[in-house]
């Protein structure tokens, strides 16, 4: 088994090969301690980047370079940049300390030192050192962690939403006057069910819905869930929008566009029946492990209805949202039909724009 690596690792630039000898010998017979020793700038540079110091012994004077400008420049190099600098010096004068802790040396001792100090000074410098980079690592831990919670939160709830959670922890519901609800289902899949495996089913479904909800992010519509092969989606909400059943026309015929070219490349036994209606609904989350942003009201059972009463392949919209998409799309009236929960209706269906 190897032994384990030095935890103190000291870089020493100085141009007099004597000095670091004599320091050398000073830290040979400490067990956690290994030097590295370079005699001009340079190359005490670039040996940085790969000896990895946890200290820096820098000379302030050399013949080639400035102490102090070294410090900086150890600064200015990733592979150093928090790493503590210790200057050695034959002079001790008040204002020289002084300008070198300022331009960020983190200590100062005039050569050559006792090498028990020495040796003391070294540890103190690369356990703060490495308690720093201990630290910048459990936080970049923490942002990454932080980074996936938000980005998991994103994906269950509306940005908005997920924002005014975060600041306002508990119950979230609001009431909207006017919003657009869509109900898409796969019409056929539960007999398409029973002849495939699961992992080709849950495939096409991840392929479908994927593309739902691309379509649903370009036409500015809020996807709220989906429940087995059946898709829902609202438009207006958290962030209201006068054009509201606009965008969910847009999004209906965009789903109805993407999913007959899906059907025809596989030939698949499948359509697509969309339902469309717009009115006034309460949404909220509801939750506190699992969140979910959910709607309810009656808008929401009659745009259940109009995708259930509707006709695979069509556009299926009550006369609200016929109302609401005036001469901008083209339509079919349907005439008056019974739905279930609610007295006949004038429905029509949406055939594209004018």
Known sequence: MDAP?????????????????????????????????????????????????????????????????????????????????????????????AALLAGGAADYLVKLPDAVELLARIRIHSEAYHRLVERNAAFADLERERARSERLLLSILPPAIAERLKD??????ESFADVSVLFADLCGFTTFTRKVDAHALVELLDEVFTEFDALAAACGVEKIKTIGDAYMAASGLPVPRADHADAAARLALGMREVFAGLVARRELPLALRIGIHSGPVVAG??????????????????????????????????????????DRFRFEERGEMPIKGSAAMRTFFLLGPA
Not at 6 to 18: I, S
Not at 63 to 70: K, Y
Not at 288 to 316: C, Q, T
């Open 168 to 173: 306002e922890p508990g119950t979230i519901a």
């Open 5 to 97: 690596s030095p935890r103190h690792r000291v870089l020493l630039v100085d141009d007099q090969v004597l000095i670091g000898r004599i320091v050398e010998n000073m830290v040979v017979r400490a067990d956690d301690v290994v030097l590295e020793c370079r005699q001009d700038g340079e190359a005490a540079l670039a040996a940085a980047a790969t000896f990895r110091p946890t200290v820096i012994l820098q000379d302030l004077v050399m013949p080639d370079v400035d102490g102090l400008d070294m410090v900086r420049r150890f600064h200015d190099l990733p592979a150093t940049a928090n790493v503590p600098v210790i200057v050695l010096s034959a002079v001790a004068e008040a204002e020289t300390k």
């Open 285 to 326: 989350v509801i939750g506190s492990h699992k969140f979910s942003y959910d709607l309810w009201g009656d808008a929401v059972n009659v745009a259940s209805r109009m995708e259930s009463h509707g006709e695979p392949g069509m556009i299926h919209v009550s006369a609200h949202t016929r109302e609401s998409l005036g």
